[in-house]
């Protein structure tokens, strides 16, 4: 079966997902999830593209991702393959580290992007790892929202602030950034119901009960 080709130009924004072979873990140690940001970053200083959003799971991951001059398969491809490579090397593993290819969804508008941003920074606490999303390391949502400055987040979570652009969310939502971080957090943590928007987020992606635990 012809696999269907990904739509890409330069400034398409996607929120991309890739989860471990047969739901493991493609997180172990604190490690893993230091080198998988390092290999972002690399591909970011080798292609340029920005990531709005990011979360990492244990089987699996979330990047809210703009592309620039070079399309997201190239990106993808070398993340993977390089920290595929990497994570069995480590860990004395063979195989495939993660199912296939991974998942790819075109962002089109801004209030879709948005929710995409709030449905990653959810992952955790949906997951029933963490009560709060500020409470969660490896995901970037502490980049957005006010937070506890003495936070004991390590390496990677200082890592996931360098890595992330918070520009195009902050302005959509005030002038000013305290303002808008504080909005930011009410969006995310708010009591309003978008079991709408992440359903059709579920959808699309192509997520449902067989991801966890997540």
């Given at each position: 079966?012809?696999?269907?080709?990904?739509?890409?130009?330069?400034?398409?924004?996607?929120?991309?997902?890739?989860?471990?072979?047969?739901?493991?873990?493609?997180?172990?140690?604190?490690?893993?999830?230091?080198?998988?940001?390092?290999?972002?970053?690399?591909?970011?200083?080798?292609?340029?593209?920005?990531?709005?959003?990011?979360?990492?799971?244990?089987?699996?991951?979330?990047?809210?991702?703009?592309?620039?001059?070079?399309?997201?398969?190239?990106?993808?491809?070398?993340?993977?393959?390089?920290?595929?490579?990497?994570?069995?090397?480590?860990?004395?593993?063979?195989?495939?580290?993660?199912?296939?290819?991974?998942?790819?969804?075109?962002?089109?508008?801004?209030?879709?992007?948005?929710?995409?941003?709030?449905?990653?920074?959810?992952?955790?606490?949906?997951?029933?790892?963490?009560?709060?999303?500020?409470?969660?390391?490896?995901?970037?949502?502490?980049?957005?929202?006010?937070?506890?400055?003495?936070?004991?987040?390590?390496?990677?979570?200082?890592?996931?602030?360098?890595?992330?652009?918070?520009?195009?969310?902050?302005?959509?939502?005030?002038?000013?950034?305290?303002?808008?971080?504080?909005?930011?957090?009410?969006?995310?943590?708010?009591?309003a119901s978008h079991e709408e928007h992440e359903t059709l987020i579920r959808k699309e992606i192509g997520e449902n009960e067989f991801w966890m635990p997540w």
């Amino acid at each position: 079966m012809t696999r269907k080709r990904r739509v890409w130009y330069p400034g398409a924004i996607y929120h991309v997902m890739s989860r471990g072979n047969r739901k493991k873990n493609i997180f172990e140690d604190v490690e893993d999830y230091v080198r998988f940001l390092d290999m972002v970053q690399d591909a970011q200083e080798m292609y340029g593209f920005t990531v709005h959003a990011i979360c990492l799971m244990t089987n699996h991951f979330h990047i809210e991702i703009e592309t620039s001059e070079v399309a997201l398969s190239r990106i993808m491809q070398r993340i993977k393959s390089l920290y595929a490579e990497d994570f069995n090397y480590r860990h004395h593993y063979s195989g495939h580290l993660f199912e296939g290819r991974y998942n790819a969804c075109l962002i089109l508008n801004d209030r879709y992007f948005l929710e995409v941003s709030r449905y990653i920074h959810l992952n955790p606490v949906k997951a029933g790892m963490v009560r709060e999303p500020a409470a969660y390391e490896y995901s970037s949502y502490g980049a957005y929202a006010p937070c506890d400055e003495d936070r004991p987040f390590g390496k990677a979570g200082k890592m996931i602030e360098d890595l992330v652009d918070r520009s195009r969310i902050l302005h959509m939502l005030a002038d000013s950034q305290v303002e808008a971080r504080e909005q930011y957090r009410l969006f995310v943590e708010g009591r309003a119901s978008h079991e709408e928007h992440e359903t059709l987020i579920r959808k699309e992606i192509g997520e449902n009960e067989f991801w966890m635990p997540w």
